[in-house]
């Protein structure tokens, strides 16, 4: 099978820990045909079925990480033996959105998406989450008045965590103290990031660390800790957080295979679990990182993994 890879310029990616590349370089060696798609090269015809894509060649190093790609200009034609990977970082706007729709116009021609963008559009990496029955307090609100009703909820939390609803790394993350916080601070928070923001309590366990739990049709890839910094609450690696190898306690792993099972069956095989205080708080679907961190703690590329599922 050919597989085209859906993928941010490079020079946008750190070559030696990028997921994608090194999911990519996995299919290589497993003697898959491989292409990269970039976003400024995809386009859709109802009467070309060929698309511009480049042929990567991996150059890597003494310690087996990616050093160099280099590209060669084809073509691809869309046909039933194809698989494209959705690959593209957010934010979640609504050129990311355009690119499901093209992708989903390449599913009717035959081709298989991974993740499925239909199941990428319904299954919000942080509204999924809160369809638990056991899941952290949370909301999606647009107004202060809106987070002053949430807190009145929680009468015990002074503390709130405001993220926006579709960027990703920590990136707009903040933290709160709903007595000091003024309705035009919200607002200029909320106009910052597009509007709608996620509201929840702040946990102090957050600075013992968060797991990341990596799952491909419903079977858990592998599974890390990320501690924030001394003096931090922002438990993500870009931004200094640092990660080791964990083992999930069985009722969290039930939990989270019951979540990937049930995304797995939507045509979304490929989630990563953001976890705290033993909870799904985000299920990441649109582009899930941390393949080489974990990779790293768990000491074997655990990419072979995934390309041994698909």
């Known amino acids: 099978m050919k597989h085209v890879i859906l993928i941010d310029p490079l020079k946008k990616l750190i ?39 480049s042929v990567p060649t991996f150059e ?49 021609k035959g081709a298989r998406v991974i993740n499925d963008p239909s199941g990428i559009m319904n299954f919000q990496e ?9 899941t952290t307090p949370t909301a999606v609100i647009r107004s202060f008045e809106q987070f002053k009703v949430f807190a009145q909820n929680l009468p015990k939390e002074r503390e709130f965590i405001l993220k926006p609803l579709d960027l990703f790394q920590g990136l707009g993350v903040t933290k709160v103290d709903i007595s000091k ?61 640092s990660y080791e190898k964990i083992n999930l306690k069985p009722n969290v792993r039930d939990e989270c295979k019951r979540a990937a099972k049930f995304l797995n069956e939507k045509g979304v095989p490929w989630v990563a679990f953001d976890l705290l205080d033993g909870k799904i708080s985000e299920a990441n679907t649109t582009c899930p990182g941390l393949i080489y961190e974990t990779s790293v703690a768990h000491g074997e590329n655990l990419a072979d993994k995934i390309v041994e599922l698909i």
């Open 126 to 134: 942080k509204i999924f989450p809160m369809e638990a029955q056991k």
């Open 15 to 53: 070559l030696k820990k990028d997921s994608t590349l090194l999911f990519s370089k996995s299919l290589v060696d497993s003697k898959n045909d491989v292409f990269f798609l970039f976003r400024e090269d995809f386009c859709i015809s109802n009467i070309d079925s060929y698309i511009d894509v």
């Open 181 to 241: 916080f003024s309705d035009i601070e919200f607002v200029k928070l909320s106009n910052d990031f597009g509007g709608l923001l996620i509201v929840q309590p702040y946990l102090k366990k957050i600075e013992h660390g968060e797991i990341r739990s990596t799952f491909y049709a419903g079977q858990e890839i592998g599974s890390i800790l990320k501690t924030p910094p001394k003096g931090s609450f922002l438990a993500n690696i870009a931004q200094g957080a």
């Open 60 to 108: 890597t190093g003494s310690s087996s990480e990616i050093t160099c790609v280099k590209l060669d200009q084809t073509k691809v034609k869309v046909t039933s033996d194809v698989c494209f990977h959705m690959r593209l970082e957010p934010p979640f706007d609504t050129n990311y959105l355009r690119v499901l729709w093209m992708l989903k116009f390449i599913q009717s």
